[in-house]
């Protein structure tokens, strides 16, 4: 509300009172100069003292064009009120008629709106005949359908709901019922249809005089004018553009006005301040990449992360990862400094809450986050090669080929234009060079693999006319058809259901033992990325708190957040009667995390150190294991936090 | 089997064609009959001898009952009968086949311009501007648009012919008589529905670069090319033609507008001389095949759209 007198608004409301008081008073003050007549001064051309020039009887045009103001919004004023008049009438024919009068009644006025509108006043002009009321009369019905939509759809919201339905229980007649309850719910937009038939009017009624069906001489209007002095372009351009620019610029006031109007029955909308800014810093943001990148005490992740296998090179190796997004006049750093390796055929998960940066981190590690998102990374190396830096072409093909991706929502994932064939052959025919039939043979294979059944007839068929799981599966078996080397799968199970998940699951476990393909796996849920995965890291606030063998999670997880998302865990010992554990607080907004530890404000164990000091993600217990934590306070023995996991007390 | 959808398509597509049409033949037919007072001596003048009027009545059947009358006029037009100009004497079909051609070839040229411009305008400028790139293109963009759609038909005539007939004299400004002829009108008639659908396609681009499918598509690092071509292209061309046949429909009213600017030997020019002149049956017929040809515009459109997303084959109700 504090935007609502701003200076352009300002000049707005000066203008169309400098138009209307034109109206007003215009053919008062220049009727007489609009109507003399100078027999030395015929067709003139633009001057000081004719800026429009003169007519064929040497009246002066300028003056003319003023005059006309009065008649020209008069007219305006009339077509608009008579055509929305008409229009909310229509409109509102069919909540007062029966259902099948009122399909039919629907389906006129969709006829209506669909045909032109000047064809439509056209006839009407014919019936009427030609002049100012015929004009009126023409554009008004042509008006009068728009009105009747908008109308018919706003009452038909108002007319199908509860109030409406129970006053026509107790009686309440028709017309009190119109007059009560039905428009005043839908006036506001009524409103605005009325501003913007009001300027849609001011512009069209010049069209019909113009063709020399609207006002007659000696009677004269904008478009009068305007069609009079095109006749004489050549001669006295003036004469044609002068009106012509004045009835732009009465359209352009008309029109912001109406704008004007709709925002402020709008202005309490909240997003668009929030969006200005968005874009604003969006400009910005590539100016403060590097905002928080200090941290370089973790321990190098290809030192650690393969612990457990033999030292092949990794598939993914990522370090000082980080993602900067604008927000507000700044920008927030959602991924602060992520590094972690994927050994070939390894299945990893990266846990933690919505908001912990997790599939940002799978996005960009990817490279697949596009401005306004700015990632910066030491090294981002897939199949050994560093893909940040490599051209373009050698980059998108070794993406193609090493990486797919399995995103959250298979509803969304695949194209809903074009026929899964298509999807699940291009990306082999990119990448390996396969042809048509080849790459065919390829899709079936693969979704043959997944179990799709009947996966010839699948490949002629849009994805709509699949199931939810299907599809997803239907995703991982396009992924596959590259043979990957990793499979990025964010949150692949989060929009289905727990049977469907199961699904998903096993057609991904399915890829990665009979190919080979790496997974890495996004997920918010301890117990999936527990049972699928063979290491599992932890996010939070945009870093890995905790890095373990997912054998060992349950047992030996010593962060203390990790502890608690397990305790969150119900499993089948839990003592129904003491309430679900959870992690008290809310983990932090990017831009809230301070020089701590993330999470020492919902921490049991934190201490003043865990304020002051963030801790570095260090190798834990025996460095063979691969196993990393960052905390001052990591808690030893089994199972998660004391206070919520009842099964402790009995163990310890 | 599930039934083919474009079963179900074509029998509502095809009743609501029909449908339409009647209501269109009867909306033409009756505009005589609701013109008030005698329709034949308001065309031939007050100076006409009764005879004469009587005779001119009988040619037009208007001395029969309504319903054979009606009977006539659709028999008439089923067999290309449009009847007879009251003041021409001559029969409406010929008009119709002298002025249609020329009207057919700008509202065909000015609709493809739009679609072949707009169109890719509209893809190109979303792309550059994703994620809020460029944001003195998309300004731009907005601004440009946005004036050329609040600038009426007869008010970007009258600008065309200022500027490019008059001042510089590049392009002549009457008349369809050579290849350079077409150009101001096709101009003046595309300028608002381009501006339009390009600030549509752009939108809707926009909207589709967003989707996860193009995220997906992006995974797969395919040729740009073929990423917007195949990925994108379709799915922001559906509301892009929706609107289009809406704008088409418009654009054929629009010619009425320019070709009288222009002085185009068209159906637009015809009818106004028509109307002025009351020529019933002569503006009965005009009006008539351009309200079809709008109707028709329509049902290809959603044809194509059809083939292009057989959803909408389905949610199309």
Known sequence: ?652 | MRRNPWIGFAIRRTLLLLVSLGVLVTATFMTVHLVPGDPVRAALGPSASPQLVAQRKAALHLDESLPAQFGHYVSGLARGDFGESIGARRAVSDILSERLPATARLAALAFAACLLLAVPLGALVAIATRGGRRRGLAAGFSVGTGVLISVPEYLCAAGLVAIFGVTLAWLPIAGADSASAYVLPVAALAAVPLATLARMSRVETLRVLDQEYVRVARSKRLPAVRLHLRHVLPNALTATLTIGGVLFGAMIAGTVIVENVFAWPGLGSTVVDAIVQKDYPVVQAIVLVLGAITLLANLVVDVVLGLLDPRSLIRES
Request: aromatic share 4%; proline share 7%.
């Open chain 1, 1 to 652: 509300m504090r935007r609502m007198l701003t200076p352009g608004r300002l000049l707005l409301v000066a203008a169309l009172l400098a138009l209307l008081a034109l109206a007003a008073f215009g053919p008062l003050i220049w009727d007489d100069r609009a109507e003399a007549l100078d027999t030395v001064a015929l067709q003139q051309g633009a001057s000081w003292s004719h800026p429009f020039g003169t007519d064929e009887l040497g009246r002066d045009l300028f003056a003319r064009t003023l005059v006309a103001t009065r008649t020209s919004l008069l007219l305006a004023a009339a077509t608009a009120g008579l055509g929305f008049a008409f229009g909310v009438a229509l409109g509102l024919l069919p909540l007062l008629a029966g259902p099948r009068l009122r399909s039919a009644l629907a389906t006129t006025i969709n006829l209506l709106v669909a045909f032109p509108g000047l064809l439509l006043a056209l006839l009407v002009a014919t019936i009427v005949g030609i002049g100012s009321k015929g004009a009126v009369i023409a554009l008004a019905v042509a008006l009068a359908p728009q009105c009747a939509r908008l109308t018919q759809t706003l009452a038909g919201s108002v007319g199908g709901s509860e109030f409406v339905a129970a006053s026509r229980v107790v009686g309440v007649r028709w017309p009190r019922l119109l007059g009560r309850h039905v428009l005043p719910n839908i006036a506001p937009p009524l409103v605005l249809q009325l501003a913007a038939s009001l300027s849609a009017a001011l512009l069209a009624l010049p069209a019909l005089s113009f063709l020399g069906l609207g006002v007659q001489p000696p009677d004269y209007d904008w478009g009068r004018l305007l069609g009079d002095g095109l006749d004489r372009m050549y001669v006295t351009p003036m004469a044609a553009l002068g009106p012509g620019i004045v009835i732009v610029l009465a359209g352009v006031i008309f029109n912001a006005t109406g704008d004007m109007l709709a925002a402020a029955l709008a202005s309490e909308r909240p997003d668009r301040g929030r969006r200005r800014r968005a874009r604003r810093a969006a400009a910005a943001g590539p100016a403060v990449a590097t905002a928080d990148a200090g941290g370089r005490d973790e321990v190098a992740a290809g030192a650690s992360a393969d612990g457990g296998r033999a030292a092949a090179e990794p598939v993914l190796r990522v370090e000082q990862l980080q993602v900067a997004l604008p927000d507000g006049d700044g920008e927030v750093v959602p991924v602060r400094g992520v590094s972690f390796a994927i050994a070939p055929g390894e299945r990893v998960g990266i846990v933690g809450e919505s908001g912990s940066g997790k599939s940002l981190t799978a996005l960009a590690a990817a490279e697949l986050l596009d401005a306004p998102a700015v990632v910066t990374a030491e090294t981002v190396a897939l199949d050994g090669e560093p893909v940040r830096e490599l051209p373009r072409r050698r980059r998108d093909a070794l993406l193609g080929r090493a990486l797919a991706l399995v995103p959250q929502d298979p509803l969304s994932a695949l194209n809903p234009a074009l026929r899964i064939g298509g999807q699940l052959t291009e990306a082999a025919r990119a990448h390996r060079g396969l042809d048509r039939e080849q790459a065919r043979a390829v899709a079936l294979e693969r979704l043959e693999e997944m179990r799709i059944d009947r996966p010839q007839q699948r490949l002629r068929q849009h994805p709509h006319e699949l199931s939810g799981g299907m599809r997803q599966r239907a995703v991982i078996a396009m992924g596959m058809t590259v043979e990957p080397r990793l499979l990025v799968a964010d949150e692949p199970t989060t929009a289905l259901d727990v049977a469907v998940e199961r699904e998903v699951l096993r057609a991904l476990r399915a890829a990665n033992e009979r190919d080979g393909t790496a997974v890495l796996l996004i997920s918010h849920d301890v117990g999936v990325v527990g049972g699928f995965c063979e290491r599992v890291l932890v996010m939070y606030a945009g870093r890995i708190v905790e890095e373990l063998p997912a054998a060992e999670m349950r047992e030996r997880a010593v962060h203390p957040y990790t502890r608690a998302l397990l305790a969150a865990v119900p499993d089948m010992a839990i003592d129904r009667d003491r309430p679900l554990a959870t992690i008290p607080g809310r983990p932090p907004h990017p831009r809230e995390v301070g020089a701590g530890c993330a999470f020492a404000a919902r921490c049991a164990h934190a201490s003043a150190r865990c304020a002051e000091a963030r801790p570095p993600l260090r190798a834990h217990g025996d460095p063979a294991a691969g196993r990393r934590v960052a905390c001052w306070h990591p808690q030893e023995g089994v199972t998660a936090d004391t206070a919520a996991a009842p099964a402790e007390e009995e163990r310890s």
